[in-house]
């Protein structure tokens, strides 16, 4: 393993955000994204988007050359969101990657984020028990790390992630983004080694 190296996976339902929330999911991106680079840390960054009828966008790269305006914010605004699908899909891929990865450049930390909107209402082949069993499994047998996003509480207890790696968004703030990334930027940076 690679103890100097992070992988941040980062599954994220763009479908959600309204067109009056793109610049605020922006910005609030943007400074998350400034603050793990700040830890020092060596990063690398794979990402999926939740949009509908688009194919699977995973990116892989060092955080510090990662472009917010990459992932496109602000798709259709439809909520029609496939998190199981894509979230299984990205959990698969990453690991079949990790697996063809020579031990000595293998990151020793996978730390997925999960970004939801509402309940999952598109998927197709994955269920919430599959997911479930998954995230169970990466993160009892490969200690991956997860942590969750969401204005929707049941998605914590349908997933099994636990209430203190949850951060619950409220659409009743006016920047429904602001405290709930200052709040995962606070989560993730603590739990980074030093």
Not at 6 to 23: K, R, V, Y
Not at 39 to 64: C, H, W, Y
Not at 94 to 105: F, K, M, N
Request: aromatic letters at 8%.
């Amino acid at each position: 393993m690679n103890d100097a190296l992070s992988l941040q996976l980062f599954a994220f339902d763009c479908n959600g955000i309204t067109p009056e929330q793109h610049d605020n999911a922006i910005a609030a991106i943007k400074k998350f994204g400034s603050a793990l680079r700040k830890t020092g840390r060596q990063q690398n960054v794979s990402g999926i988007l939740f949009v509908a009828d688009e194919d699977i966008k995973v990116v892989n790269m060092p955080l510090r050359k990662y472009k917010v305006d990459e992932i496109r914010i602000g798709g259709d605004s439809t909520g029609a969101c496939p998190m199981l699908d894509r979230t299984a899909k990205l959990m698969d891929d990453v690991g079949v990657r990790l697996a063809g990865t020579p031990e000595e450049e293998r990151p020793s930390q996978v730390i997925l984020t999960i970004i939801v909107f509402g309940r999952d209402n598109a998927s197709k082949q994955c269920t919430y028990e599959q997911l479930h069993d998954m995230i169970a499994h990466q993160r009892d047998v490969y200690k991956w790390k997860f942590f969750l996003m969401t204005d929707f509480t049941i998605n914590m207890e349908k997933l099994g992630i636990a209430e203190e790696d949850t951060i619950i968004i409220k659409k009743s703030e006016k920047d429904w983004f602001k405290r709930p990334f200052a709040e995962l930027t606070e989560k993730l940076v603590a739990y980074l080694p030093h």
